[in-house]
């Protein structure tokens, strides 16, 4: 059982460049969630889906957009990266909404550079 | 609004003495209250939580929280903490009478245990 799964694990870009990162889960959540990670400021929510077929904006959604390709596949892309952009990755899952705890991937670590 | 703060940066201890790290929240009606932990390299790895109940959740690796409604907080525990036990945790709420999915995040507290 994999869990959440994430590619790349590290990256680097160069200002302007594009780029997808792709997750995936094998519990058979309905939800899925896109964080990025910077120092000092915990997890901030950029994108999530509440069920296959739908995303709705998080916290910092502007410069990115998001597919929901199926149930277990749920893609972030970064049209035309900056270097605000430079940050930590994760990818969650949950059952659904509300009670239930999030699981998360291991992370992409991304550098615009 | 939804805030959570977690008040220190970092907490130190010894290990084999008990472990504090604090978290307090804001939220529209009843909280949903979440720990993680984070380790070096690691996505977060889900603790413990609370929904409704007994003000007292045990979790994973014998960490526990208790739930203040009065003090709006949920601090983690544990009775003897291990060096294993060093790593960044985040304090996590959501609201029930907020839509969507926004559980808010804490800036994280790094746990320091010296053998």
């Known amino acids: 059982n994999a869990g959440v799964t994430q590619t790349p694990k590290f990256q680097v870009l160069k200002t302007g460049q594009s780029m997808t990162l792709q997750c995936a889960q094998d519990?058979?959540?309905?939800?899925m969630y896109w964080y990025r990670q910077d120092p000092g400021m915990g997890l901030r929510l950029i994108y999530y889906?509440?069920?296959?077929?739908?995303?709705d904006k998080g916290e910092v959604p502007n410069g990115y957009n998001v597919s929901r390709l199926n149930k277990r596949e749920f893609s972030l892309r970064l049209e035309s990266a900056a270097p605000s952009q430079t940050s930590v990755y994760f990818c969650?899952?949950?059952?659904?909404?509300?009670?239930?705890?999030?699981?998360f991937g291991p992370g992409t670590r991304l550098t615009v550079t | 609004a939804q805030s959570v703060a977690q008040p220190e940066d970092q907490v130190n201890v010894a290990e084999g003495n008990p472990l504090t790290v604090k978290c307090t929240y804001s939220v529209s009606g009843n909280p949903y209250l979440f720990w993680y932990v984070q380790y070096p390299n690691r996505g977060l790895q889900f603790l413990l939580k609370?929904?409704?109940?007994?003000?007292l959740v045990k979790g994973s690796y014998g960490f526990e929280a208790e739930f203040n409604k009065s003090q709006t907080s949920f601090h983690l525990k544990k009775p003897s903490a291990l060096v294993s036990d060093s790593a960044l945790y985040f304090c996590?709420?959501?609201?029930?009478?907020?839509?969507?999915?926004?559980?808010?995040f804490g800036a994280g507290t790094r746990l320091f245990v010296k053998a």
């Open positions: 969650a899952s949950s059952e659904t909404q509300g009670v239930y705890e999030q699981y």
């Open positions: 609370y929904i409704t109940g007994d003000n």
């Open positions: 889906s509440a069920s296959e077929g739908t995303t």
């Open positions: 996590a709420v959501r609201g029930t009478n907020t839509g969507g999915f926004k559980t808010i």
């Open positions: 519990m058979n959540h309905n939800s």
